[in-house]
C-alpha cells in the first residue's frame, strides 16, 4: 500500500474520532459535520480493507484491527514529525517543540505567554 496525502487526511479523522470517542464528539474538532466524518471514516475502512470502528446506537468502539491502526497511526505521525524536524535542522532551520516553564510572577514574559496561548501545547 502507497501512502497518499489523502491516506494521511483520513488517519488524522480516525485519530480524532478515537480520541474525541466518537464521530458526534469528534464534530467540533474536525469542523465537519457526523455524516461527512463518517464517509470518512468507511474510506479509510475500505482503503485498509479492514473494520476500524463499530458505531452506531450502541456508542463508539474501535475492533481489535482498530486499536492496532490507532497505535500505529501515532507512531506514524511522530515519525513524521521527527523526520520533518530534522530535514528542517539540515536546512539549518530551528523547528520543534520549545517546553518553557517559569514562575508565574515574571509579569511580562508571562503576559506574552498568555496573549499567545494558541502557540502551547501545555499549560499546567
Given at each position: 500500500m502507497n501512502l497518499s496525502d489523502i491516506d494521511l487526511r483520513l488517519l488524522d479523522v480516525f485519530i480524532a474520532v478515537v480520541e474525541c470517542q466518537g464521530i458526534a464528539n469528534a464534530q467540533t474538532l474536525l469542523n465537519r459535520d457526523a455524516s461527512n466524518i463518517s464517509r470518512q471514516l468507511r474510506q479509510l475502512e475500505e482503503r485498509l480493507h479492514l473494520r476500524l470502528c463499530e458505531r452506531g446506537?450502541?456508542?463508539?468502539?474501535?475492533?481489535?484491527?482498530?486499536?492496532?491502526?490507532?497505535?500505529?497511526?501515532?507512531?506514524?505521525?511522530?515519525?513524521?514529525?521527527?523526520?520533518?524536524?530534522?530535514?528542517?535542522?539540515?536546512?539549518?532551520?530551528?523547528?520543534?517543540?520549545?517546553?518553557?516553564?517559569?514562575?508565574?510572577?515574571?509579569?511580562?514574559?508571562?503576559?506574552?505567554?498568555?496573549?499567545?496561548?494558541?502557540?502551547?501545547?501545555?499549560?499546567?
Open positions: 446506537r450502541s456508542g463508539f468502539g474501535l475492533t481489535p484491527d482498530g486499536e492496532q491502526v490507532y497505535r500505529n497511526t501515532l507512531d506514524l505521525k511522530r515519525a513524521l514529525r521527527n523526520f520533518e524536524d530534522e530535514t528542517e535542522i539540515l536546512k539549518g532551520h530551528l523547528s520543534g517543540q520549545l517546553r518553557l516553564a517559569m514562575m508565574m510572577n515574571e509579569g511580562g514574559i508571562f503576559g506574552a505567554v498568555c496573549e499567545h496561548q494558541d502557540l502551547l501545547t501545555h499549560w499546567g
